[in-house]
């Protein structure tokens, strides 16, 4: 399949889609929109696939959404269009998506980073809610998720003043899970998917799922959803390989995959 804005390819079980919008910085239109949904919604039906890293340029992840196709519209063509609402199925993805960031991941680039599950930066990295300076504010999230990620007075911080944080402080914040050299993200990043994919695919669905339910719920109710997940891995023929190959000092070889 061949997009405009985006390339895609596998390297293995790890499904790799690259932002390819140089000349804007990767900011995200429409088209991206429907290519990045449609290139996930690939993944996701493709069984050879078990862990995706989405990742952009070494300049820029995403500059934001694409400030030109925005400026024109008014409220109700964004109501109307109820715009931008097609990044929610980047949450109805149930393999795992690593987001590899270097350099600008702003506004809607941020936001899309939050997206993923987990994110892996280099040390260029520069994360930022600038919306504030457009006179607008968040819309795909950013106002909700980092505040999740960093806590209030971080996140009040990045959106009131829209400045940018960079790796070191994203890591030490929490938005990051780790910092790389930038010559060595895409390999760390891949490296990381392809381990992830060796593993019992439901295993790592349901782990995925049980993880996200925590943000959606009380601890209660989470730990009550982690319980019922981890009594049904029982039903999983790659428990019975997993458990039998500790017992038996062997790597596994999880079928289910
Ligand atoms: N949209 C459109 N074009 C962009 C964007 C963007 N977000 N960012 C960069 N570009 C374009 C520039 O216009 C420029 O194009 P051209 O060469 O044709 O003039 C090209 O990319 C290169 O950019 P610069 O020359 O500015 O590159 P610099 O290295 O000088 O600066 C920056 C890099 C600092 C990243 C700068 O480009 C910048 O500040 N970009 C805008 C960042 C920003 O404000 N992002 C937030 C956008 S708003 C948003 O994301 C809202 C999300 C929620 C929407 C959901 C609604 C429901």
């Known amino acids: ?44 039906a493709d069984a050879a696939v078990g862990a995706i890293v989405v990742t952009g340029s070494e300049k820029a992840f995403a500059a934001g959404a694409d400030i ?7 409220y109700i063509d964004m109501y109307m269009e109820d715009f931008f609402s097609g990044w929610d199925a980047l949450g109805r993805v149930r393999k795992p998506i690593i987001a590899a960031v270097s350099g600008y991941a702003l506004g809607g680039g941020c936001e899309l980073a939050m997206m993923c599950d987990f994110i892996i930066a280099s040390d260029t990295a520069k994360f930022g809610q600038p919306e504030i300076t457009l006179g607008v504010m968040p819309g795909m ?78 601890l209660t109710e989470g730990l009550r959803f982690e319980r019922r997940v ?3 891995m029982f039903a999983l023929e790659d428990q019975k390989e997993g458990m039998a190959a500790f017992v038996d000092k062997r790597s596994p070889n999880f079928r289910n995959r």
């Open 230 to 232: 981890f009594h049904a």
């Open 68 to 74: 030109r196709e925005m400026q024109p519209k008014s």
């Open 141 to 218: 999230g950013g106002s909700q998720r980092l505040t999740h990620f960093v806590g209030k007075s971080k996140a009040m911080d990045m959106c009131l003043t829209g400045r940018m944080m960079d790796a070191a402080e994203a890591e030490r914040s929490g938005l990051v899970s780790r910092v790389v050299p930038a010559a060595d993200l895409l390999d760390e990043a891949l490296k990381a998917a392809a381990k992830i994919a060796a593993f019992s695919l439901p295993a790592v669905m349901m782990t995925k799922e049980a993880v996200n339910r925590s943000y959606e719920t009380t």
């Open 1 to 44: 399949m061949a997009y405009e804005t985006i390339l895609v390819e596998t390297r293995g079980r790890v499904g790799l889609l690259t932002l390819n919008r140089p000349k804007a910085l990767n900011a995200l239109n429409s088209t991206v929109l429907r290519e990045v949904v449609e290139a996930l919604q690939a993944f996701e």
